[in-house]
């Protein structure tokens, strides 16, 4: 079973709005966490922001918060203020804590920012 | 600054012409991975090291073997490379094993075999 479901393949935004993308994932396990990473076309992993499952506030850096939803399984990058910058692949994974350390990904959404 | 530094960022070998790609870090971290990732896709773990402890994925064809000879390097060998093998492949980071911990990831390397 899928257990990270990124369902919006690609996205264009205008310059300076927001942006949401989506990510939903599943486990039995009441202790993981959640991340997002940005991969430019150079290739490079770079990380953005972590969710913990116990986390009682959504986690925020700078231009970048998760909208974590636990109920609906649902942890949402929003990007606010987008900047052609943010044009690239961004992935959600998913760490189960539980004698497990695989990151596992989804499928990633190629955003792309308009000038 | 401390990072995670891959070598060479493209790499070109012949069908069945061993292959070897390098890995290094400067953060002193427990744990070092080596991912596939083919194009449009997520990346896929193959091996890890804890140190100098091997995890091995069950998936991960035997034509792909790692050496960690020390903390800071980490090196991918595929044995006998497939026109399938062609990917990027990154190297991460981790302190541990913890979940919480993210990984910090290299570059990466482009293999194209001919």
């Known amino acids: 079973a899928q257990k990270i479901t990124q369902t919006q393949p690609g996205m264009f935004v205008q310059e300076k709005e927001a942006v949401t993308l989506d990510c939903t994932y599943d486990?039995?396990?009441?202790?993981?966490?959640l991340f997002w990473y940005k991969q430019p076309s150079s290739g490079e992993m770079i990380f953005l922001i972590y969710?913990?499952?116990?986390?009682?506030q959504n986690a925020t850096e700078g231009r970048y918060s998760l909208n974590f939803q636990k109920a609906r399984k649902s942890a949402n990058l929003v990007i606010s203020a987008s900047q052609l910058g943010d044009s690239a692949m961004y992935f959600c994974?998913?760490?189960?804590?539980?004698?497990?350390?695989?990151?596992?990904f989804g499928t990633g959404t190629r955003l792309t920012i308009i000038p | 600054d401390a990072m995670v530094i891959q070598n060479p960022r493209y790499q070109v070998t012949q069908f069945g012409k061993p292959v070897t790609l390098s890995c290094s870090q400067t953060?002193?971290?427990?744990?070092m991975y080596w991912y596939q990732q083919k194009s449009s896709q997520a990346p896929k773990l193959l091996f890890h090291?804890?140190?100098?402890?091997?995890?091995n994925e069950a998936d991960t064809p035997d034509n792909f073997q790692s050496r960690r000879p020390n903390t800071s390097f980490c090196f991918l060998d595929i044995r006998s490379p497939g026109l399938g093998d062609a990917a990027m492949y990154l190297c991460?980071?981790?302190?541990?094993?913890?979940?919480?911990?993210?990984?910090?990831f290299g570059p990466g390397t482009r293999l194209t075999v001919t």
């Open positions: 969710q913990g499952s116990y986390d009682q």
């Open positions: 953060l002193n971290h427990n744990v």
């Open positions: 994974a998913m760490r189960e804590f539980v004698g497990n350390e695989k990151l596992t």
């Open positions: 486990t039995s396990d009441p202790s993981y966490g």
């Open positions: 090291y804890y140190d100098k402890d091997f995890n």
């Open positions: 991460a980071t981790s302190r541990g094993l913890a979940g919480v911990l993210e990984q910090y």
